[in-house]
């Protein structure tokens, strides 16, 4: 663990914050004790980091990651990129980073950075090279490769297993079902979720495989639930998507009216949000419902 740059981030974050050190101390510890971890001369109990990440605005795995991750600042961003590329589906560009970075030794020497190049290749071998076996398995691999036997999966892994979820959609959708079951069985586990959008992502898949399995009432009650934990954690994230997909479950169920209804308000959120994908599909639907 590197003392020195958790230290450093903490005074750096401080600094941001407009927070003088007595101001950081105040109910966590002494002055004296903030001084000396912003030097690095002692690291602070996990307590003691827990309350100064709370005062500081950020996850106190945050620390952790610094004080073990060479070039952390370098790893995020290329994290932010795959994710941006993984959800445009430039799955060719998403490729590349993975090629660029797999003999890096960020990655090839910590087990957490090479699980990300794992992942985003697993995807790519379904969606590019549609190499259902090598995909599955590197997906599962990736997960193993933090994973410990009998824990509860972490949010990353959650990810990963979402995204296997999501390949077995289109392939099996007996699979699929039985991953995001798994998913939401170790979801109720973890104590707390910095990434909200996972739950949001999994109430979504839910949906769409009762739909597939024309469970259609289940399907809308899923999709009722993401909503409305999207709007009490403040995220548009699938919401166009979840409003798209009432609708389209109303449509199967003959209630075209409010399969208006919600695909007008998903075309509303996808214009918010400029995402432009989805919104001449979205609008060609409207019309041919209108018309009916």
């Avoid at 769409?208 to 899923?222: K, P």
């Avoid at 209630?255 to 989805?278: H, S, W």
């Amino acid at each position: 663990m590197d003392f020195t740059a958790v230290g450093k981030k903490i005074k750096e974050l401080r600094k941001n914050s407009r927070l003088s050190q007595e101001e950081l101390a105040e109910g966590v510890c002494t002055q004296a004790q903030i001084s000396k971890i912003e030097k690095g001369d002692v690291f602070p109990y996990a307590s003691t980091l827990y309350q100064i990440s709370q005062k500081l605005g950020v996850d106190v795995n945050y620390f952790f990651d610094i004080g073990t991750t060479p070039r952390l600042d370098y790893v995020q961003e290329v994290f932010q990129q795959l994710q941006i590329l993984r959800r445009s589906l430039k799955f060719e560009e998403m490729m590349d980073i993975v090629r660029a970075e797999e003999h890096n030794p960020l990655f090839i020497q910590n087990n957490k950075n090479m699980q990300l190049l794992l992942w985003h290749k697993g995807i790519y071998l379904y969606e590019v090279k549609k190499d259902l076996d090598q995909s599955v398995k590197t997906l599962r691999e990736a997960i193993d490769i933090t994973n410990i036997k009998g824990r509860i999966l972490q949010e990353r892994e959650l990810e990963i297993l979402l995204s296997l979820g999501a390949i077995y959609f289109n392939e099996d959708i007996d699979k699929a079902l039985a991953v995001f079951e798994d998913i939401r069985h170790h979801l109720q586990l973890l104590p707390h979720l910095n990434n909200y959008a996972i739950k949001t992502r999994l109430l979504y898949n839910l949906a769409r495989v009762l739909t597939r399995m024309e469970r259609i009432e289940e399907s809308n009650e899923y999709c009722e639930d993401a909503i409305k934990w999207a709007l009490h954690k403040d995220s548009l994230y699938l919401l166009g998507e979840l409003h798209y997909h009432i609708g389209y479950n109303l449509e199967l169920l003959n209630n075209k009216k409010r399969a208006l209804e919600y695909m007008e308000k998903a075309l509303i959120v996808f214009e918010l949000q400029q995402d432009t994908k989805y919104i001449p599909f979205i609008k060609g639907r409207i019309e041919e419902l209108a018309k009916q």
